[in-house]
Every structure is written in C-alpha cells, then in structure tokens.
C-alpha cells in the first residue's frame, strides 16, 4: 500500500460529507435521497475496530441531534449502534466483496432508520410501518447503490484499513 | 485487503460501546433547557461551514428559476412604475373617501429550509436565517400556502423551526368568517389521521362544514390573524355532547417546503393576514 492510498481514503470521506451538505438536496425526495453522512460513517466503521466504530457513530449521531433537535438523542444513538454492529458484521462476513458491502451498507440505513423512529417515539401504528416497510428501505436502497458505486469506482482508494493510516 | 480478526477481541472496545450508548442515554433523558444550549453549540461551531455549504445550494438551486422570475417581475415593475404616482395618489384619495387606513404590511424575513435525512425531519426542521438577520424565539414561519410553524430557537446564522406537526404545538384557531372558535393541534403520530390538524374545543352547538377554511384567529398574541392552516375534511370526535373536534388538512406539509417567510413583526393595526395568501377552502 502506498502512503498516499491512506490520505485518499479522508479525502473520499470528506468528499461524502460535503456530498451530504450540498448535493443531496437535488437527488429528490428528503425520505428516500442517499444518505452520504451514513454512508462515510459507514465506509469508516468496516474497516476500523468496533470501539472506535461506536465513538465515530456516536459522533455522527450528536450531529444529526443537534440538526433535527425533535428527538435529541436518539440519533446518537442510532448511529451509536450501527457503527459498533456494522464493524462487527464486517468481521462476521470478512470478505472484501462488493455485494457483501453493498448488504452491510443497506442494512446498516435501515436499521440506523429503525432505531430512530423507535427510540424518538414519535411514529406509531400505519406511519411507522411505512416509515419502516417503504420509505427507510428505499433510503437504504439508495444509500446502498451509491456505496456500492463509490466502493466500484474508487476501490483502492477507500480500501485501507484504519488501522494502518 | 484482508481485516485481521484479532482487532475484534478487544473489552476495551466494548466498554467504549457501552460508554457511547450510555451517553446516547444521557442525551435522550436531558431535560430540554440543556439539550438546546448543547444543539446550538454544535450547529454554531462543527456544523457552522457545512450549514454555510448547505445554504449556498439551497441558494444556487432556486437561483436560475429566480432569475427568470425576477427578469418578469422586473419588465412588469417597469411598466407598472411608469403609472405609479397617479395610482398611489389615487389609491389614497379613495382610501380617504372610505375612511379606510394604509394597506396592511408586515415585515418578515426570507429563509431556506435546510432539510435533513431523517424520519423525524418534519417536525423541526433548520431554517437559513438567524438572530443576525432578526429572527427571535416565537415569530411565526410561513409559506405562500399558510402556516408551517414558530420559531422555536435563534442562533446567530440559523433557527430551528417547530412546524405544525411537532406534538406540542397549538394554535387559536376559527372559521374563515370568524364564526367558530377553538385550538388547533397535531392530530398525532397514530393511525390513519397522522399529517393532519384538529381542531379542537369547538362548542357542541356549532357545526362547522367540509371545506371550511381555517384560519389562526390571533388570539395569544404569538401567530398572526389570518394565516391559513388548512381546511376541514371532516368530523374528528365529540366529547359527552360538550364539544366537538373537527379533522383539518393542513394548508402546507412541512417536508414539501423548500423556502419559508419568517414574520419579524406584527400586522399594524393587528390586521388580518388572510388577503395575503393563496389558500384553498371556503367561507362556511
């Protein structure tokens, strides 16, 4: 691996969090728009140890508190929890292959989704079936479908271990 | 690549984990007078440039279709100038003979909606405007349609807005024609009503027909006379033959909201804003 492979690994996730704040406005509907916060939190916690996985999700977490105050929290810890399992199932998985991410990234949307809904408390009943059932898998969906395309395109880039950069 | 499972078996790692989602916890359990000064702390430090980022595509998005709109308004102002003076001077002489006061105007500022990705995005959302430009704590926001929410917190660039849906929001409410009286509410995040109003305290001898516009009635001194909040779809409950509770659909959906106006001071004369929005429904 060349010294260089492990600043563009930062590179692609800073690129994913401006993505965020800029680019996803355009891609449609708020619900099922690609997630590009999730997906560089993500990308960060599959390849890193579960411990440090977990403090980054949480940090996400407190942000996305801190921008839709309604249910303070619970984002953190959402993310919290997707973060430490998304590391986790990397190791259960262990290969490197796209698909195998491409599922990881997918589920991991859903269930950050799952976990807010639950811990806010604020959906009940029908709503939270169709925030469940439609709108958090066509999101994960998305937010997949661009993983699995940043993960084709610039595959050396972001396949570094944390742990070596 | 390969991932050593070694990284793994590490309690350290573990009780990181558990640390974080006790401090999750803590947040979720923090009364609201700490979590608002802590959210504001991040949006004003962290997320200060990403917000600026975010503004400024908002911005850019709706920049092209504004130029095509000011470009109109703008050959249609020209025009219009060229007759202004006798129309105002006649406009007052009229107004005069009337008895009637100057047009009613209120000063508010513009803001795009800085949307975020998740489910519960609808109930408070991030507004592009702040303390800097005279925003306070309880202005009414507003769309061309009608009422989207107040302001429920300042900071110096941007305001968090509680739009109708948030479980604690209320608002005096009546019937276009100021027949009917009462409190409009979320109807609830429960069942097949969810994303709707109700209106609610209204007296069992009143009845209030489909369709009726309804309007926020200014009593409170908070929301403005006027403002549209929807329209009534229907019956909701009746409490022991006392009073009645009547569906509304709202005027505006909070998600479907890209730029909203925030109302900085009140009507003068504590006017009615009603004449100034394109709401649908009807007088009962």
Redesign the interface.
Known sequence: MRKSDRYRFWIVLIGL??L???????LGD??I?P?F??LALLMYTI?A????S??A??AV?????????????????AH??VG?LS??A??VF?A?NLFVNGCILFGGTWVR?LV??L??G??????LAW?LLV??PL?SLTTAAVGVVVLWTLGRWV???V?DA | ???G?D??G?R??????LG??A????????PDTW??P???A??QT??AP??A??EE??TL?SSRARLAAVTAERDSAMLAAAFLPELRAENARLRSLLGLGSRLSVTYVPAEV????????P????VSAGRRQGVRPLDTVVSPEGLVGVV??VDEQTS?V?TWA??EFRASAMAVDGSVYGIVAPRG????G?WLLELQGVPYRNQVPDSTLIVSSGLGGVIPRGIPLGTVIGPGAEVEHWERTYLVRPAVHP?AVTHVMILTGAPRNGGSLKDLFQAEGKSP
Not at chain 1, 122 to 127: A, F, I, R, V, W
Not at chain 2, 24 to 30: F, K, P, R, W
Request: charged share 20%.
């Open positions: 969090v401006l965020h704040f800029s680019v996803r406005t355009r708020d619900r728009a997630d916060l999730l390849r140890a579960p411990g440090p977990a403090v999700g949480f977490g407190l942000l996305r508190d801190a921008l839709t105050p309604a249910s303070f929290g619970s984002a953190a810890l919290t929890l430490y590391s986790w990397k190791a262990f490197e989704n807010v809904v811990a806010s604020e959906l009940k009943g029908s709503p925030e709108w958090s999101q396949s570094v271990r742990g | 690549m390969t991932i499972a990284r793994y590490s350290a790692g573990t009780l990181v984990f974080c989602v401090l999750s916890v803590a947040a979720m359990s923090m979590r608002e802590v959210s504001r991040i949006r962290i997320l990403f917000l980022l975010q595509t908002e998005r800085l949307h975020e990705a998740g489910p519960t995005d109930l408070t959302f991030l429920a917190s968090v509680a948030h479980p995040s429960e069942g097949p969810i998600a």
